[in-house]
Antibody, heavy 120, light 107 residues
Framework: EVQLVESGGGLVQPGGSLKLSCAAS????????MSWVRQAPGKGLEWVAN????????YYVDSVKGRFTISRDNAKNSLYLQMDSLRAEDTAVYYC?????????????WGQGTLVTVSS | DIQMTQSPSSLSASVGDRVTITCRAS??????VNWYQQKTGKAPKLLIY???SLQSGVPARFSGSGSGTDFTLTINSLQPEDFSTYYC?????????FGQGTKLEIK
């Protein structure tokens, strides 16, 4: 069974840092692009970052560029999101998702999400 | 970045109805559109990919169409479990974007 499990969320002060993890199982992790998507309380979905299979290409939404870093460890079947200089507007549930390719890229498997709260 | 504009933002319908949700892209994106369903407090679930391909395990009452800039998600014969929020998403650009969502409520 394809499964993604996020961890690492919590309460952090503005300006602080947090590192999210996503453990993958049930598929060949190293063969897939991976994504982070977030959802602020009561709001819609916002794509945050993508990373290529070997980690050689990374893309970010403008609002997190220079503050967040996506990375992966294929030996550990794990995806990460290092979040620095956190702001109140980064408060959200963060989901990791697999970007599967068939005709196009689509997010076919999602974790349960981990809540990040940025507040003093 | 490619903007995805969904309409309507909310919709009331009854069990058994047929509903259509529209998504418009700010530029032509071929068929690089996906549709997701999200229930309150849960992760999104993929329904339709590449504009019109039904994801495995998704009921056939869900269908998608469109190409270029205009796309639709249609749900035939609404069931009680279909009352959720729906999102379109483009993957034409590696910098993905989502529509703002359509909340489907029971009339």
């Amino acid at each position: 069974e394809v499964q993604l499990v996020e961890s690492g969320g919590g309460l952090v002060q503005p300006g602080g840092s947090l590192k999210l993890s996503c453990a993958a199982s049930g598929f060949t992790f190293s063969s897939n692009w991976m994504s982070w998507v977030r959802q602020a309380p009561g709001k819609g979905l916002e794509w945050v970052a993508n990373i290529k299979q070997d980690g050689s290409e990374k893309y970010y939404v403008d609002s997190v560029k220079g503050r967040f870093t996506i990375s992966r460890d294929n030996a550990k079947n794990s995806l990460y999101l290092q979040m620095d200089s956190l702001r109140a507007e980064d408060t959200a549930v963060y989901y990791c998702a697999r970007a599967f390719y068939k005709w196009n890229y689509h997010l076919d498997c999602w974790g349960q999400g981990t809540l990040v709260t940025v507040s003093s | 970045d490619i903007q995805m504009t969904q309409s309507p933002s909310s919709l009331s319908a009854s069990v058994g109805d047929r509903v259509t949700i529209t998504c418009r892209a700010s530029q032509s994106i071929s068929n690089y559109v996906n549709w997701y369903q999200q229930k309150t407090g849960k992760a999104p679930k993929l329904l339709i990919y590449a504009a019109s391909s039904l994801q495995s395990g998704v009921p056939a009452r869900f269908s998608g169409s469109g190409s270029g800039t205009d796309f639709t998600l249609t749900i035939n014969s609404l069931q009680p479990e279909d009352f959720s929020t729906y999102y379109c998403q483009q993957s034409y650009s590696i910098r993905y974007t989502f529509g703002q969502g359509t909340k489907l409520e029971i009339k």
